[in-house]
């Protein structure tokens, strides 16, 4: 069975009054039978019926043994580094998303734990290194903001060796086009406000494990810190979820012409992408995934943080913002946004210039986003009262 179908039917309908949707069980406690004797559920921290289907729906999707979903992506994150105990390493992708860069330096590495970034895109720079101390390996792939491709199976060859965790933040690729832990990883990360929700209008996090003792850890310590996504947005990720294979298929064929359009626009000194056959990773990401994704990035010619800041002003259909992976367009500059928290010097050896510019491509027409793109491109290029009036 397809794993688009196997989505669908992950949810039966319900047994108790064959609604096709699943009940919002907008409860904080359950009856119980007598001390301790229950029906499978005590109290929502622990668990909730409609959690519990989303997190059987996030199983289902990454091929997992258990899914585990939390309040935000970061709460996700929180979860993954309180396995670590002092003295541990973790090793991670240089380009790491800001939120993540800020929990492993300013909070963690206060608890003893040490951080190395590398540029996993040569998993050789892994093996290297690696240490005895090394007990977890981050990846993204595509990575935020940059898109760097890394080879998953290659790196679970290396982690596997040394007796290391593999975590993969799939929040770019999604389960609908990449499915890390049949590549070799341990664990995998997602934000569901991203793709999987799909909307712009929840915010969570998930996990998916395939080993089920790493999953009842990961289950304790949430149920002993209390990150747990509410019902009504359980509901509201699993809405989204149920469409995800068809928004991220249109939302790669518009990001794909986008792309191509900015690599050729003179203005632009270059384009991240993974679609196309410039980019480094794309044999890799070809070979993994099914699908390159919605996001983009590229740097001006004038590489000052100002001149991103100026292009972004002249969008009207692409909104300034941060997040990405909803139907809508976003755009935003990371040195100034996602990425504030890291400090410049590190920002630009992991390759975000300053004059960055993030693109979520959504579900828009793609003529109409170019005609956006290259309406603020040209602004950028006008006598400043002619800037004046371009302003929407």
């Not at 009262?385 to 302003?391: D, G, I, N, R």
Request: with cysteine; glycine share 8%.
């Amino acid at each position: 069975m397809r794993t688009e179908t196997r989505l669908l039917h992950a949810l039966p309908n319900d047994p108790l009054t064959g609604a096709v949707s699943v009940p919002i069980h907008q409860t904080s406690t359950f009856a119980q039978e007598a001390p301790g004797v229950n029906k499978g559920f005590d109290y929502s921290r622990t668990n909730n019926p409609t959690r519990q289907a989303l997190e059987t729906l996030l199983a289902e999707l990454e091929g997992g043994t258990r899914g585990i979903a939390f309040s935000s992506g970061l709460a996700a994150v929180d979860a993954v580094l309180k396995l670590l105990s002092a003295g541990d390493e973790v090793i991670a992708v240089d380009d790491i998303y800001g939120g993540t860069y800020r929990a492993l330096h300013t909070i963690y590495n206060r608890l003893g734990i040490t951080v190395k970034h590398v540029d996993t895109s040569d998993p050789g720079n892994v093996l290297e290194a690696i240490t005895p101390r090394t007990r977890l390996v981050w990846l993204e792939t595509p990575t935020n903001p940059t898109l760097k491709i890394s080879d998953i199976k290659a790196i679970a060859s290396i982690t596997k060796a040394s007796g290391a965790l593999l975590l993969v933040d799939n929040t770019f690729c999604s389960p609908a086009a990449q499915q890390p832990l049949k590549l070799g990883a341990d664990i995998v990360l997602h934000s569901l406000t991203k793709y999987i929700a799909g909307h712009s209008d929840v915010i969570g996090g998930g996990i998916v494990v395939k080993d089920e003792e790493l999953g009842q850890q990961l289950r304790y310590i949430q149920n002993a810190t209390g990150a747990v996504l509410g019902p009504q947005d359980s509901w509201l990720t699993i809405r989204g979820a149920q469409t995800l294979h068809l928004r991220y298929e249109r939302i790669s064929r518009n990001a794909q012409a986008v792309a191509e359009f900015l690599h050729a626009h003179p203005d632009v000194a270059g384009v991240n992408y993974p679609g196309l056959r410039s980019h480094p990773g794309h044999l890799v990401a070809r070979s993994q995934s099914t699908a390159f994704g919605g996001v983009i990035s590229f740097w001006l010619r004038d590489d000052r943080v100002e001149a991103a800041a100026e292009l972004v002003k002249h969008t009207r259909l692409v909104t300034l913002a941060e997040s990405l992976g909803g139907v809508k367009s976003l755009v935003c500059v990371p040195c100034r946004m996602t990425h504030a928290s890291v400090p410049r010097e590190a920002r630009l050896a992991a390759g975000i210039q300053d004059s960055l510019v993030r693109l979520s491509i959504g579900l828009e027409h793609p003529d109409d986003l170019i005609e956006d793109l290259n309406r603020a491109l040209a602004a950028l290029q006008a006598p400043a009262q002619q800037k004046a009036a371009l302003v929407p």
